[in-house]
C-alpha cells in the first residue's frame, strides 16, 4: 500500500499477458506485477507459440502459485490471443497486458480502488507514462497530441461514456489498450472483430460504448506503455496495411454510430483526423524511405 492509513482495496485483478516477442521485455513485464503493493492479482502468461519455449521454465521457477503459463501449439495471432486472453481470465477485473509493458507499483491498488469507488462502471483507464525500447520516458509528437488536444480534460477521476466518448476516440484513439481494466463479464460478452488486427482495441472498446458501457478515467499514473520501432503498428505503417485497415474500420464505425442516432460521432468517424494526420507526419519518411508508400499516405490523408 502507499499510504498505511487506507484500507486496501478488495478483489482481485486478472492480468493476462499474451506473448510473443523480445523475451528480456516480457521478463520486465512480470517483474512488475511480482512488485505490486497489493497482493490481489492473478498473472497468465499465454505464450501464443513463440520458437522458443523459455517462458515456461522462467515462471515456473518463480515458483508463485498466482502465476499460471498457457502455450499455443501453434501462432494463432494477436486477434485469436487476445480473445484467448479473456476466456483464461476468471477475476472479476480483467486486463490484456502487453508483454513489453510494464504495471508500475501501485497498478493494481489503483483499479481496484477505482472500482470500488465507482461500481456502475465498465473500464478503468489509468494515467500512463509512454516509455521507449531502454525504459525511459518520452514524449512523442503522437502521445502528446491525443493526450493534450484529443483526450477529454479532467481534474480527478471521472465516467464518461455514451456519444461524447464515442466523439473524442473516433477523431483519435486515446487509450492506451494494455492499460485498460475491464469488467470481466462485460468483455467476455462483447468478441473481438476479425479483420481489424492494428485497431482491434478500439474497435471492442466503440462495441462496448454502443452496447452501454461507461468508462472511468482516472488520472493517477501506474502504467508503462511501451512505444518502439518494432510494434506491429510501426512496421506496417509505410507498407500501408494499417491506414487500409483504419480506412475499413472507420467505415464500419460510422454505420454503427449513425444507426445509434450519433451523428457527430458518425462525422467524427468519417473524418478520421488524427488518423490522416498520422499518415501526413509520415510523407517525409516515405520520401526518403520508400517512395512507393507516398500514394498510400496522401490517399488516406486526403480522400473523402
Known amino acids: 500500500m502507499t499510504d498505511g492509513s487506507a484500507a486496501p482495496p478488495r478483489g482481485d485483478v486478472d492480468v493476462v499477458i499474451p506473448y510473443w516477442g523480445e523475451p528480456e521485455y516480457l521478463r520486465q513485464a512480470v517483474q512488475s506485477v511480482l512488485a505490486q503493493t497489493v497482493p490481489h492479482w492473478r498473472l497468465t502468461v499465454l505464450d501464443d507459440a513463440y520458437p522458443s519455449d523459455w517462458a515456461g521454465a522462467y515462471l515456473e521457477g518463480l515458483d508463485d502459485p498466482r502465476i499460471r503459463y498457457v502455450r499455443n501449439a501453434e501462432n494463432q495471432g494477436i486477434t485469436a490471443a487476445f480473445q484467448r486472453s479473456v476466456e483464461l481470465a476468471t477475476a472479476d477485473i480483467v486486463v490484456v497486458c502487453g508483454c513489453d509493458d510494464l504495471l508500475r507499483p501501485t497498478y493494481v491498488e489503483t483499479v481496484l480502488r477505482a472500482y470500488a469507488e465507482h461500481p456502475d462502471v465498465d473500464i478503468v483507464q489509468p494515467g500512463v507514462d509512454v516509455i521507449d525500447g531502454d525504459g525511459q520516458v518520452v514524449r512523442t509528437l503522437a502521445d502528446t497530441v491525443k493526450q493534450r488536444l484529443i483526450r477529454p480534460r479532467v481534474a480527478g477521476p471521472t465516467v464518461l461514456g455514451g456519444e461524447a466518448l464515442a466523439v473524442t476516440l473516433l477523431h483519435g484513439d486515446w487509450l ?58 510501426s512496421v506496417e505503417l509505410l507498407d500501408g496495411d494499417r491506414f487500409a485497415g483504419e480506412r475499413d474500420y472507420f467505415r464500419l464505425a460510422a454505420g454503427l454510430v449513425a444507426e445509434k442516432g450519433w451523428r457527430r460521432a458518425a462525422r467524427a468517424a468519417r473524418l478520421h483526423v488524427s488518423s490522416r494526420l498520422h ?23 486526403l480522400a473523402p
Open 176 to 233: 492506451y489498450w494494455p492499460s485498460l481494466a475491464f469488467r470481466r463479464s462485460r468483455l467476455a460478452a462483447t468478441p473481438f472483430r476479425a479483420g481489424f488486427p492494428i485497431v482491434l482495441d478500439l474497435a471492442v472498446v466503440m462495441d462496448l460504448l454502443c452496447d452501454g458501457a461507461t468508462m472511468l478515467l482516472e488520472p493517477t499514473v501506474c502504467f508503462a506503455y511501451r512505444r518502439h520501432h518494432a510494434s506491429a503498428s
Open 279 to 301: 499518415a501526413l507526419t509520415l510523407l517525409p519518411t516515405a520520401v526518403l524511405r520508400r517512395p512507393r508508400a507516398v500514394p498510400m499516405l496522401l490517399r488516406h490523408a
